[in-house]
């Protein structure tokens, strides 16, 4: 079967840790020392209070899909989706290793790293098994 | 302060191109501009503002200003997506309300057809720098999969249907079939739509919209100016704009902007729903129909689908009109930025110079909403009420 080429991610200063700990297999989120909040996508800044202090914390890998769509009109056809992650924040991601067709709203999902074109280890999820 | 009818729309006017092989983007910026001009009775000279978004290559008014070689003392490049060209509106009113301008030109134009791109399924051309680029380009984030997955969610929470979608897209085609512009003229059914090939779950290819070329102009002026004019009179009485995006990862699609700009609008009108007439809603996508009439309060949250189905949209026949034109979904979609046709439309109801087939009796009060960016991801939503004077 033809695999789905992924497109890189495209680093930057402020998000290197994240890629970097994605090739020893880790999945990070962002958590504020002031406010205490989490957020999706990492930034620097909480995007919750504008707090400078957040830091880097190993989220659990599961999740739940908030909803899903499969892309018909694709060389490869494949699905995108909302995972409402254990921690909290909601993720585009996309589904794999899975029948696209036997999806659904609601099911549990686990992390599953798939890479992109240029190496990058790109966090997906695929039904928990 | 509040611009409540300090600001009319005397111009309007739609490009009846639907693929331009033969124009440049700003060449077709400028006939629009010319077609809206002579539709107020105004020349080129009169115009002292100038509001474009990034449709307008370049540095939007920058160079537009420079190659229409206008003279304005007031310019304004907000832009959000699709619905830039109705907060356009709203920041002419307010340009127009502290002296800023008096004659404001407003401009859409753009040939995605002519450029290649035939359909919504490739990715979105995003700019690699922006914040959010490298949390989703990676996924195969398109325009067509951001609508989708909130027709997904939509169905899921509130038992939404295919069939209460291909409603939408009935009413505009039964609509279309009188406007000799549109790309999709053919009547069309419930059965049609959800039989249409499924792009990407769970839209058709018919809940999609056209993409076309081409383009639409404003122009919004005050009082005096609009008095002295031979057109009839289209008054602003209530605007109201909000971006909506992931909340910081509390994502919630079960609502837009909508929910937002539209109390604002109404508030400033002082009018209700009930007194609406006609309303041109932003059709990318028929969820996004749904979604938005919903947010604007014309029926309760999760009623949408049942508000849209039996016709209810059609323009003769059904309690709200809307996009008499044809809308996105059949008659034109100029540079994928639906904004200006919505306006355009509703100005032709105000005026009563629809289509004799679907011009809306008395038509005295109507509502432009639009959506522009990704209903899923991050957009800005754009109420207009306007009223006939």
């Given at each position: 079967?033809?695999?789905?080429?992924?497109?890189?991610?495209?680093?930057?200063?402020?998000?290197?840790?994240?890629?970097?700990?994605?090739?020893?297999?880790?999945f990070?989120l962002r958590?504020c020392?002031?406010?205490?909040k989490t957020h999706w996508y990492p930034r620097?800044?909480c995007p919750h209070?504008?707090?400078?202090?957040?830091?880097?914390?190993?989220a659990?890998?599961r999740g739940k899909i908030y909803p899903y769509s499969?892309?018909?009109?694709?060389?490869?056809?494949?699905a995108i989706a909302y995972v409402t992650l254990e921690e909290g924040p909601r993720m585009i991601t996309n589904l794999?290793?899975?029948?696209?067709?036997?999806l659904?709203v609601g099911q549990?999902v686990?992390l599953?790293?798939?890479?992109?074109?240029?190496?990058?280890?790109?966090p997906m999820f695929?039904?928990?098994? | 302060?509040?611009?409540?009818?300090?600001?009319?729309?005397?111009?309007?006017?739609?490009?009846?191109?639907?693929?331009?092989?033969?124009?440049?983007?700003?060449?077709?910026?400028?006939?629009?501009?010319?077609?809206?001009?002579?539709?107020?009775?105004?020349?080129?000279?009169?115009?002292?503002?100038?509001?474009?978004?990034?449709?307008?290559?370049?540095?939007?008014?920058?160079?537009?200003?420079?190659?229409?070689?206008?003279?304005?003392?007031?310019?304004?490049?907000?832009?959000?997506?699709?619905?830039?060209?109705?907060?356009?509106?709203?920041?002419?009113?307010?340009?127009?309300?502290?002296?800023?301008?008096?004659?404001?030109?407003?401009?859409?134009?753009?040939?995605?057809?002519?450029?290649?791109?035939?359909?919504?399924?490739?990715?979105r051309?995003d700019?690699?720098?922006q914040a959010d680029f490298q949390w989703e380009n990676p996924y195969g984030i398109t325009t067509l999969n951001i609508y989708a997955m909130v027709a997904m969610r939509h169905m899921y929470e509130f038992?939404?249907?295919?069939?209460?979608?291909?409603?939408?897209?009935?009413?505009?085609?039964?609509?279309?079939?009188?406007?000799?512009?549109?790309?999709?003229?053919?009547?069309?059914?419930?059965?049609?739509?959800?039989?249409?090939?499924?792009?990407s779950?769970?839209?058709?290819?018919?809940?999609?919209?056209?993409?076309?070329?081409?383009?639409?102009?404003?122009?919004?002026?005050?009082?005096?100016?609009?008095?002295?004019?031979?057109?009839?009179?289209?008054?602003?009485?209530?605007?109201?704009?909000a971006p909506k995006g992931q909340m910081a990862g509390a994502v919630d699609l079960s609502y837009s902007g909508a929910a937002w700009?539209?109390?604002?609008?109404?508030?400033?009108?002082?009018?209700?729903?009930?007194?609406?007439?006609?309303?041109?809603?932003?059709?990318?996508f028929?969820i996004t129909?749904?979604m938005q009439?919903e947010d604007?309060?014309?029926?309760?949250k999760g009623?949408?689908?049942?508000?849209?189905?039996?016709?209810?949209?059609?323009?003769?026949?059904?309690?709200?009109?809307?996009?008499?034109?044809?809308?996105?979904?059949?008659?034109?979609?100029?540079?994928?930025?639906?904004?200006?046709?919505?306006?355009?439309?509703?100005?032709?109801?105000?005026?009563?110079?629809?289509?004799?087939?679907?011009?809306?009796?008395?038509?005295?009060?109507?509502?432009?909403?639009?959506t522009g960016g990704g209903l899923g991801t991050r957009h800005a939503s754009?109420?207009?009420?306007?009223?006939?004077?």
């Amino acid at each position: 079967m033809v695999e789905r080429i992924i497109p890189d991610p495209n680093p930057n200063p402020e998000t290197e840790a994240f890629w970097e700990a994605t090739k020893d297999g880790r999945f990070m989120l962002r958590y504020c020392g002031d406010c205490g909040k989490t957020h999706w996508y990492p930034r620097a800044i909480c995007p919750h209070c504008f707090s400078d202090s957040s830091e880097w914390r190993q989220a659990s890998g599961r999740g739940k899909i908030y909803p899903y769509s499969v892309m018909r009109r694709a060389a490869v056809p494949y699905a995108i989706a909302y995972v409402t992650l254990e921690e909290g924040p909601r993720m585009i991601t996309n589904l794999v290793d899975c029948a696209l067709d036997e999806l659904a709203v609601g099911q549990d999902v686990e992390l599953v790293f798939k890479q992109s074109e240029g190496g990058y280890a790109v966090p997906m999820f695929k039904p928990a098994g | 302060m509040s611009t409540k009818g300090m600001a009319y729309v005397v111009g309007a006017y739609e490009h009846p191109t639907r693929k331009a092989t033969d124009k440049s983007i700003a060449q077709l910026h400028a006939e629009v501009a010319k077609g809206a001009l002579a539709d107020a009775g105004l020349t080129k000279d009169d115009v002292d503002g100038y509001f474009c978004a990034s449709d307008a290559p370049g540095h939007g008014p920058l160079n537009m200003v420079d190659y229409m070689n206008l003279n304005v003392r007031h310019v304004d490049a907000t832009n959000t997506g699709g619905s830039s060209h109705m907060i356009h509106v709203a920041h002419a009113a307010q340009a127009i309300a502290a002296g800023k301008c008096s004659v404001a030109l407003i401009t859409l134009a753009g040939r995605p057809r002519s450029q290649g791109q035939e359909k919504g399924a490739i990715p979105r051309a995003d700019n690699p720098l922006q914040a959010d680029f490298q949390w989703e380009n990676p996924y195969g984030i398109t325009t067509l999969n951001i609508y989708a997955m909130v027709a997904m969610r939509h169905m899921y929470e509130f038992g939404t249907t295919s069939e209460q979608l291909a409603w939408v897209k009935v009413a505009c085609s039964h609509h279309a079939q009188h406007n000799p512009n549109a790309m999709l003229r053919d009547v069309v059914t419930v059965e049609d739509v959800v039989n249409s090939p499924m792009v990407s779950d769970p839209l058709h290819r018919m809940d999609c919209c056209v993409i076309s070329d081409g383009g639409g102009a404003l122009i919004v002026t005050n009082r005096e100016i609009a008095q002295s004019l031979k057109r009839p009179l289209v008054k602003l009485i209530g605007a109201g704009e909000a971006p909506k995006g992931q909340m910081a990862g509390a994502v919630d699609l079960s609502y837009s902007g909508a929910a937002w700009s539209g109390p604002r609008a109404f508030a400033e009108a002082g009018v209700t729903q009930a007194d609406i007439k006609y309303a041109s809603i932003y059709d990318s996508f028929t969820i996004t129909v749904v979604m938005q009439l919903e947010d604007l309060g014309f029926c309760a949250k999760g009623d949408g689908g049942k508000f849209v189905s039996d016709g209810n949209l059609i323009s003769g026949v059904g309690k709200l009109p809307i996009n008499t034109d044809g809308g996105g979904l059949c008659n034109n979609h100029p540079m994928n930025r639906g904004g200006m046709t919505k306006v355009i439309e509703a100005v032709r109801q105000l005026r009563g110079e629809a289509h004799s087939a679907v011009q809306v009796p008395n038509c005295d009060i109507a509502l432009a909403h639009g959506t522009g960016g990704g209903l899923g991801t991050r957009h800005a939503s754009a109420t207009l009420i306007f009223e006939r004077e």
